[in-house]
């Protein structure tokens, strides 16, 4: 079974709109963080947001907002007012307490954002 | 300005050729990866450095060899490849603390290798 998954290949919204962007996750572990990264057509992984399986509150950097509803184990990424610049492949990702430190990857969702 | 640095950024070679890929991260952290990023595939963690001690290696074949000679540096030595280890090659680093999945354990990447083997 897959621990993270995307259900959204491509996404495509106009400037100024507000997107989100699906993640759900499967894990037993009671502690475990969930990371959105931003990944442009350069190449790098840009880190956006976190949100702590502990946390009470959903987490917000800027324009990016995470609604964390862990009962449904979803960690949706809400990018408010859209900009050109936020075209990129977006992809969520977990890790778990017991599993060490490593990221257990989606398989992504690319957003293109139009004028 | 990218905390973490990795070079060369384009890489094509054969498959009968030695390379390495370095990756360089000054943000002080303790910790140090490789991933490797295919179309249409979820990145794949493939080697894990904590304090320059290996912790993980994910089932990667021996034509990969990490090399970590301390905490900032860490390559990633490439021999006799195939040409489905074309990728994307991605380096992270992050610091390690008592309670992982915690926002400190954030991992940060460097630019990324693309690989070509003809």
């Known amino acids: 079974a897959q621990k993270i998954t995307q259900t959204q290949p491509g996404m495509f919204v106009q400037e100024k709109e507000a997107v989100t962007l699906d993640c759900t996750y499967d894990t037993s572990d009671p502690s475990y963080g969930l990371f959105w990264y931003k990944q442009p057509s350069s190449g790098e992984m840009i880190f956006l947001i976190y949100q702590g399986s502990y946390d009470q509150q959903n987490a917000t950097e800027g324009r990016y907002s995470l609604n964390f509803q862990k009962a449904r184990k979803s960690a949706n990424l809400v990018i408010s007012a859209s900009q050109l610049g936020d075209s990129a492949m977006y992809f969520c990702a977990m890790r778990e307490n017991q599993a060490g430190t490593a990221l257990i990857f989606g398989k992504g969702t690319t957003l293109s954002v139009s004028s | 300005e990218t905390g973490v640095t990795q070079t060369p950024r384009h890489l094509v070679m054969g498959m009968t050729n030695k390379k390495s890929l370095k990756c360089e991260q000054h943000?002080?952290?303790?910790?140090m990866y490789w991933y490797k990023q295919s179309a249409k595939k979820p990145l794949e963690l493939m080697f894990v450095?904590?304090?320059?001690?290996?912790?993980e290696n994910n089932s990667v074949p021996s034509r990969f060899s990490p090399e970590c000679p301390n905490s900032s540096h860490l390559f990633l030595h490439l021999h006799t490849l195939q040409p489905e280890d074309s990728a994307l090659y991605l380096c992270?680093?992050?610091?390690?603390?008592?309670?992982?999945?915690?926002?400190?354990?954030?991992?940060?990447f460097g630019p990324g290798t693309r690989l070509t083997v003809l």
């Open positions: 943000l002080g952290h303790n910790a």
């Open positions: 992270a680093s992050s610091q390690d603390g008592d309670i992982a999945g915690g926002i400190s354990n954030t991992q940060y």
């Open positions: 450095y904590n304090f320059k001690e290996q912790t």
